[in-house]
């Protein structure tokens, strides 16, 4: 079974603070994505990565940034929290080649004030 | 822009009864997937269909592709209360590595 652990369920921040978002998967996939859901606006890519120290933006990179130094862990990083980055937070993986579909982990909802 | 958008966006129904969802989407696509989402949870793939095929079938799943009117549907057949979750529907971007999500479709299954 794919395992996609996430480091946190719930994280409450203060504005400007810096986050570590922490996502590790254990199946040796190639890409690993981080999406955010808000209500009403489905979940939207942040960033991702096809590769170890690789990543390409994606629709949302903006306040972000995120890091990929070893092949199962992915982190997301918010250099300074607002309260506009209160959300819930998905990371995924999913094989190289093939069928490509993704395996999400349990998600961390963050709260920023 | 979003790719998927499914439809409607909730709907409850009665223990047996079926439950139908669609999703359109915009532009050409590889494949096409549905997950599940129960509240508070991360997505899990439900079924994958592939632009060349138009239908697909997985226990109680029922997936249909219409690429000429960038349309899916999902039946899930004799629906159970543990079907209650949200569903939606992911088209590729045409790489295969990214996918659109739509905003999904809140199904709830009264016992």
């Known amino acids: 079974d794919v395992k996609v652990t996430q480091s946190s369920r719930y994280l409450v921040k203060r504005t400007g603070e810096k986050v570590f978002l922490e996502c590790v998967q254990d199946?040796?996939?190639?890409?690993m994505f981080w999406y955010r859901q808000d209500p009403g606006l489905g979940l939207r890519l942040i960033y991702f990565?096809?590769?170890?120290?690789?990543?390409e933006k994606g629709d949302i990179p903006e306040g972000y940034s995120v890091s990929r130094e070893k092949k199962e862990r992915f982190s997301l990083i918010l250099e300074s929290a607002s309260t506009n980055q209160t959300s819930m937070y998905l990371c995924?993986?999913?094989?190289?080649?093939?069928?490509?579909?993704?395996?999400f982990g349990p998600g961390t909802r963050l709260l920023v004030l | 822009s979003q790719q998927g958008e499914e439809d409607p966006q909730a709907l409850s129904i009665q223990e047996g009864e079926n439950a139908t969802m669609n999703c359109s989407y915009k532009?050409?696509?590889?494949?096409l997937q549905w997950y599940r989402q129960n509240s508070g949870r991360g997505l899990v793939h439900l079924i994958l269909?592939?632009?060349?095929?138009r239908e697909k079938h997985s226990g109680r799943l029922r997936v249909t592709l219409d690429t000429s009117k960038k349309s899916s549907s999902l039946l899930i057949t004799a629906s159970r209360a543990a079907d209650t979750a949200s569903y939606f529907c992911?088209?590729?971007?045409?790489?295969?590595?990214?996918?659109?999500f739509g905003t999904g479709t809140s199904l709830t299954v009264i016992p």
């Open positions: 995924a993986s999913s094989p190289g080649g093939g069928l490509k579909t993704q395996y």
């Open positions: 199946m040796d996939h190639e890409n």
């Open positions: 990565s096809y590769d170890v120290k690789m990543k």
């Open positions: 532009t050409s696509i590889n494949n």
């Open positions: 269909i592939r632009s060349n095929e």
């Open positions: 992911a088209t590729d971007k045409g790489t295969g590595n990214q996918f659109y």
